[in-house]
């Protein structure tokens, strides 16, 4: 297996009134092709600051300062305008968070398929188009003669089948979901987001799956990274984090949600709030909210234990708690 | 020592990261100066008659004169004191009017809010100036102070639109509620806690109708709406307008009252500016922005982010 | 069509609520309208019977007979069937036919200006938007409201002053719609003259709605914030069209509905103007009402610019439905 998307010490500044200020500091994470990944963290860690990134979406004042997005070889930090604009969907498209206002509310349904066929120079043809978008619409569960509605006329979960049938309009090789169904209720949920794993298997694309929500990603996910204040602090596969998290605030993460299949256990939570990006303290950055928190962890930034692809940030890691780490 | 005490005062600080703002009151000030300081400034009355009929500027009339003999520039002066005066009193009435009634809508909601509603839309579609001719008309010549009346109990529909939202939006929002159910009574929660959070839209909308009020002065007097024996920058023009100073060339008549209308016009303009970036943090975005342009510029090494420039 | 329906019956609403005021303003000051009104026909007719003093209560609605709940409603009826009196200064004309002609060309005045200042404000909107904290978005937006709060008079008059009557740049005509005697060779000519008039009033009513920038800069930041614009530009949208058919589109719905506000401005605003322009629209007719004291014709010009500010705000109306599906939905 190679590397499908490849990101190399990503840096991402907001300006603010007091100056810069570093949202996402120096990550690096591969995918490789047909894999899913998971990208979680409480709101604010920057998660979807790199979602955006990757598609060079992020707005302003977000600034890209430092790194390389390579998808395909193709980095795609150095894109010009143009190249950028056919690479976007065409290679990697996205499903954002919010399906309720991310469609234009003025346009129908068939135009914005057409839209993205029109756009990548796919067909010109409205007939043509209208085929395609039926024929999509319909694998995601909704009739096609809804195409000729507009936006308002859809229910949320529809809205969403939508998006998700719009993002695999030209077969991308992978596929962002930034918080997808945090607006929906649990059931439907799930439902989609099956749906789209099914789809996976069927196109042969790969997955960032972005949430706070640990308990559905383990469950979709092959790889996890959990990122705290700018930073990934730990990755290694769904499982390993699920039954042996090194990083204490992993292990809070994941204490924090009830597992849909495990055993109904005692919820811990992390104390404390997430970290004031314009005032980063000196070692580690979880020091505040740690419970194995030492002295050297307020003294020196903890170095990286990497085993193959799997890494954590830790001083003090929670070492094997309930089975090895293998 | 006390000179570095001072720049750190909050005011300065203001000021400096206003420009707007600053610009704004060294024109209200210089305006309040010379209307309110008038004595100072010229050594004629407003009612001043010289042997000298409309003369150019010279340096004994620095605005030249009228067709009857009047001193522009004095007239100028002592006239903006008027205009001045007749724009705070309907805007203090236009904003009582229109809190009142838009808080009073915003706030209670439901049926009450309905009629409010419909009375400010119908308010919104009766073009004013017709309407404050008629009464005008019907009065006869209409003192100064009566046109402030009348402009300000004629538009406060505007803000009073502007305040019913923006209650209905504080109403809300959580602390109102939580509020409730600490068992507050109504009035008392709309005293305490609705009206602070208020006062930069009140302001707004005072400063707004000032500037409103202003306008609708000069124009009601300009067309004969008012006293002709008044001195303010409305009747000036309006004079100026029935003397055919236009046609004759003697621009000097228009200048004062003119130059007063903009400078005037202009500083409440500037400084309603700040008092919307105080409360709006959309504008404050605008400064990140302008932030954001200057990063970019200086680092190339940052990629142009998902916008086009 | 419930939307206009709705907008329809709060358009009769705001009509009987203007005639309303027109009937009960009379009664609420001092001075009796009739018989100032009956002194003024005096001077112009030289007699008066009692047909005529009939006559001109029931125009006024005013009885010492009748209650007044019943001349109210007397009133408001002749009033709907476009029997709204004589103007006694340009009698026997009635006020309908006095107003007509003024009506025309400030309705003329009117429309271009608002098209033109619709174009444009919202054009240099969309260009504040998009270069947001830069210095032409302070130039735009801070000028057009500079701009907006000079007094119409004082802009009007300076204009005047300088390009219709100054010697060296006054290359415009100081007075009129169209040259007077003037006998066009052809149709295109006659509208070149019209166009040479009305180029400064026409100038001036668009100066003042230059605020205009800055609400369609505002929609138009709270747009770009939205998802569906990323959404559309990660779908390949090109840049412009973003702006155009993502932005601007869906910016432009708030726009139309304060467009009602800026009517209102706008008419007080173009009044004046064609006063200082001399030109013949109804705020001539109401300089000339108010010189004259003609009470009825008055009234019409506050009935008339009425009616012209409610079928303003109905193609408003009927352009946000044409914009904004949401609304056709609720039609249905």
């Not at chain 1, 909704?142 to 719009?166: C, T, W």
């Not at chain 2, 700040?274 to 302008?290: C, F, G, T, Y």
């Not at chain 3, 009033?79 to 009506?103: D, E, K, M």
Request: hydrophobic letters at 45%.
């Amino acid at each position: 297996m190679s590397a499908l998307l490849e990101v190399k010490n990503l840096s991402v500044d907001y300006i603010t009134l007091n100056g810069a200020v570093r949202a996402v500091d120096d990550v690096s994470f591969s995918i490789e092709e047909e894999q899913s990944m998971g990208l979680a963290g409480e709101s604010g860690c920057g998660k979807s600051t790199i979602a955006y990134s990757l598609m060079r979406l992020h707005r302003p004042p977000a600034l890209i300062a430092d790194g390389s997005i390579k998808l395909g070889g193709r980095d795609i930090i150095k894109m010009g305008e143009e190249e950028l604009r056919q690479f976007r969907w065409d290679q990697i498209s996205m499903v954002f968070q919010s399906a309720m206002n991310c469609l234009n509310p003025v346009v129908k349904l068939e135009k914005q398929f057409f839209e993205i066929y029109k756009n990548h120079g796919i067909t010109k043809n409205r007939q043509e188009a209208r085929a395609r978008a039926e024929k999509l619409i319909e694998i995601v569960g909704i009739p096609k003669e809804r195409l000729n509605d507009y936006p308002h006329q859809f229910s949320g979960g529809m809205r969403q089948r939508a998006v998700i049938a719009m993002a695999l309009a030209l077969k991308p090789k992978l596929l962002i979901m930034d918080e997808p169904t945090t607006a929906l209720d649990t059931v439907v949920q799930r439902e989609i987001l099956q749906r789209v794993y099914e789809l996976k298997k069927e196109l042969k694309f790969s997955i960032l799956f972005i949430t706070h929500d640990l308990s559905l990603m383990m469950e979709f996910c092959d790889n996890v990274s959990i990122m705290y204040a700018g930073k990934i602090v730990e990755q290694a596969p769904a499982q390993t984090i699920l039954k042996n998290p090194q990083h204490p605030y992993s292990y809070g993460l994941k204490n924090s949600f009830p597992s849909l299949h495990g055993d109904i256990g005692y919820m811990e939570g992390i104390p404390g709030s997430p970290l004031n990006m314009s005032r980063i303290p000196r070692g580690c950055r979880f020091q505040d909210r740690c419970f194995r928190a030492q002295d050297i962890c307020f003294k020196e930034v903890p170095p990286r234990q990497q085993r193959g692809n799997d890494f954590y940030d830790c001083h003090n890691p929670m070492g094997t708690l309930t089975g090895s780490r293998n | 020592m006390t000179l570095k005490k001072l720049d750190n005062h909050p005011l300065f600080k203001f000021l400096r990261d206003n420009p707007k703002a600053t610009v704004g009151f060294i024109l209200i000030f210089t305006i309040m100066l010379l209307t309110l300081g008038a004595p100072m400034f010229t050594r004629f009355e407003a009612g001043f008659r010289s042997d000298q009929y409309r003369v150019a500027p010279n340096s004994v009339f620095i605005l030249g004169t009228t067709q009857l003999g009047r001193d522009v520039w004095a007239q100028t002066l002592y006239g903006g004191r008027t205009s001045l005066l007749v724009g705070i009193l309907a805007g203090v009435i236009a904003v009582t009017l229109s809190t009142v009634i838009g808080i009073t809508a915003g706030y209670f909601g439901g049926i009450v809010d309905g009629i409010i509603t419909m009375v400010i839309n119908i308010a919104m579609v009766i073009p004013q100036i017709p309407l404050l001719l008629i009464i005008a008309a019907l009065m006869g010549g209409v003192s100064p102070m009566l046109i402030g009346v009348l402009i300000g109990f004629t538009s406060w529909a505007w803000g009073a639109r502007v305040l019913r939202s923006q209650t209905m939006s504080i109403r809300n929002r959580e602390f109102i509620y939580s509020a409730e159910t600490l068992g507050e009574t109504k009035l008392r929660r709309l005293f305490a806690e609705v009206m602070p959070n208020m006062l930069s839209m009140m302001s707004s909308a005072f400063v707004g109708t000032i500037i409103y009020a202003i306008m609708a002065q000069a124009t009601l007097e300009y067309i004969g709406f008012g006293d002709p024996l008044s001195v303010t920058w409305g009747t000036m023009l309006y004079n100026a307008q029935n003397t055919a100073a236009l046609q004759t060339g003697a621009w000097w008549e228009l200048l004062g009252p003119c130059l007063g209308l903009i400078v005037l016009g202009s500083g409440l303009t500037l400084i309603n500016f700040s008092i919307d970036e105080l409360s709006n943090p959309k504008l404050k975005a605008q400064r990140i922005m302008a932030g954001y342009y200057k990063a970019k510029k200086a680092e190339i090494t940052y990629t142009k982010a998902g916008e086009t420039e | 069509m419930n939307y206009i329906f709705k907008r329809l019956g709060f358009y009769l609403i705001a009509f009987v609520a203007a005639v309303t005021i027109n009937f009960f303003i009379p009664r609420l000051m001092p001075g009796d309208p009739v018989q100032m009104y009956m002194a003024k026909l005096y001077q112009t007719s030289g007699k008066i019977d009692a047909e005529t003093i009939a006559a001109v209560e029931k125009l006024f609605g005013f009885s010492k007979t009748k209650p007044i709940i019943e001349s109210y409603f007397e009133y408001v009826g002749s009033i709907f069937q476009g029997n709204w009196g004589f103007s006694f200064s340009q009698y026997p004309l009635t006020v309908i036919q006095a107003l007509t002609r003024g009506l025309s060309w400030t309705v003329f005045l009117m429309g271009t200006s608002l098209i033109i200042s619709f174009l444009i404000n919202n054009l240099l909107g969309i260009v504040a938007a998009w270069r947001r904290g830069s210095k032409l978005d302070s130039f735009l937006t801070v000028g057009g409201q500079l701009m907006a709060n000079i007094p119409a008079v004082v802009l009007a008059l300076l204009i005047s002053y300088t390009f219709a009557r100054s010697e060296k740049f006054g290359i415009f005509p100081a007075g009129y719609a169209v040259t007077p005697l003037f006998r066009p060779a052809n149709v295109l000519q006659y509208i070149g003259d019209v166009a040479y008039h009305a180029f400064l009033p026409v100038t001036c009513i668009v100066m003042l709605q230059l605020n205009g920038i800055m609400g369609m800069r505002a929609n138009m930041i709270n747009q770009l914030g939205e998802d569906f614009i990323a959404m559309g530009r990660a779908k390949g949208v090109p840049e412009y069209k973003l702006m155009i058919s993502y932005g601007a589109r869906n910016a432009l719905l708030p726009v139309a509905t304060t467009l009602a506000m800026q009517i209102g401005f706008m008419l007080g605003g173009s009044l004046i103007i064609e006063v200082v322009f001399n030109y013949p629209g109804l705020g001539k007719v109401m300089i000339g009402a108010l010189d004259s004291r003609d009470y009825p014709l008055m009234q019409g010009i506050l009935l008339m610019s009425t009616i012209l500010m409610l079928s303003a705000n109905f193609i408003a109306d009927m352009m946000l439905l044409i914009l904004d599906p949401r609304l056709r939905k609720q039609g249905r």
